[in-house]
């Protein structure tokens, strides 16, 4: 008979490690994907350690997990469509801009398109009953397995002796009694079924994932929407939204101030169709401007970038402009702290 073979979606965390082990256990040949959708956190925090600091490059937990394993790892861009899943889900959104259930679906649909192009016999994943509040419900995974598509042939090896038979058990594919019947929140079972598998190297159920869930990273999304009065965004808005002290004076402009060596490097990744200013003579930040250019918002956004240099107490800080080519330099009156009210910040 020919090797049974699995495709996992594989997000480096303990629990789809130990999903993938439990397969691996049974002699089952299997490979993962890691989906990318604009909103990894791991992607950015890669993307913003300075190579010339020294400092390492940051792990990619699903990178790092398919090393263990042993496993091919397929990395699958979907971030253009997953814009939709984002800005209009059917399901709507968890705490924050999160749309969980939605996206799960989608990536249960991805999945199973490469199952059926590359010629795996089902998917799994490493879910939990009960462990997140919106898509691993008991009344949700059953509608992620069918509205992704794969009705009967998603397994999830951690908690699958508590759901119903799926099909690769029922077709003796898959020995369901050496899989598991784990339910909410408790890690205690998946720590010990680690140890026991030896699976030593995880990361920490507490490291987010996804900026999505995160409520500063939501509120500046949803201050973007309510900004253009629509929901859309480029790749370049959300990982804009990422990095840097964000401050909206009015609806039509926002100033983006690096708050680091590190994020003035990467905010001059973003100068093209922004202004760009910084404090010339004296340290300060790359601040961006993006929105209306009047001459009122430009001064504001020269002032901002006064203040947060090393000449915010001066009477006036030269600040160089640099808008897509065209350069200009003006004095100005750094703001005081007390001229920034609190709900400019987002
Ligand atoms: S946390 Fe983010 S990546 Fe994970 S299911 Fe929710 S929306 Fe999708």
Redesign the pocket.
């Given at each position: 008979m020919a090797q049974v073979k699995a495709l996992g979606l594989l997000s480096g965390g303990l629990d789809s490690m130990l999903a993938t082990r439990l397969l691996q256990r049974q002699g089952i040949h299997v490979e993962c994907v890691n989906f990318y959708?604009g909103?990894c956190v791991q992607t950015h925090t890669r993307a913003m350690r300075n190579p010339k600091t020294g400092q390492e490059p940051a792990r990619h937990d699903a990178l790092h997990a398919a090393e263990l394993l042993g496993i091919k790892l397929h990395m699958v861009d979907i971030a253009e469509e997953y814009v939709r899943i984002v800005t209009d889900p059917k399901y709507g959104y968890?705490k924050n801009l999160?749309?969980?259930l939605d996206?799960?679906i989608f990536?249960v649909q991805k999945a199973w398109e490469m199952k059926e192009e590359l010629g795996f016999d089902f998917l799994f994943t490493g879910e939990v009953v009960g462990q997140r509040p919106?898509?691993q419900r008991k009344d949700t995974m059953p509608k992620v397995s069918r509205e992704g598509g794969a009705h009967g042939w998603l397994l999830r090896p951690l908690c699958a002796q508590i759901l119903p038979e799926t099909e690769p058990e029922k077709q003796g594919l898959v020995d369901r009694s050496q899989l598991m019947g784990f339910s909410g929140r408790n890690r205690k079972p998946q720590m010990a079924l680690a140890a026991e598998l030896g699976v030593t190297d995880y990361p920490s159920p507490a490291g987010g994932?996804?900026f999505?869930?995160d409520e500063n990273y939501a509120r500046r999304l949803q201050d973007l929407w309510d900004a253009r009065q629509t929901k859309a965004y480029t790749m370049d808005d959300i990982i804009l939204l990422k990095a840097g002290r964000h401050i909206r004076p009015n609806p039509d402009f926002k100033v983006i101030v690096g708050r680091d060596e590190t994020e003035n490097r990467f905010l001059r990744g973003f100068r093209k169709g922004r202004a760009a200013l910084h404090s010339m003579r004296m340290p300060g930040p790359l601040t961006l401007a993006e929105g209306v250019m009047s001459e009122e918002n430009l001064e504001l956004a020269c002032r901002i970038t006064a203040r947060f240099g090393k000449g915010k107490d001066l009477d006036s800080v030269p600040v160089h402009i640099d808008m897509d080519g065209k350069e200009e330099i003006r004095e100005v009156k750094p703001l005081k702290g007390s001229e920034i009210p609190q709900d400019w910040h987002i």
């Open positions: 959708t909103f968890g999160n749309p969980c996206c799960k990536m919106m898509s994932c996804c999505l869930t």
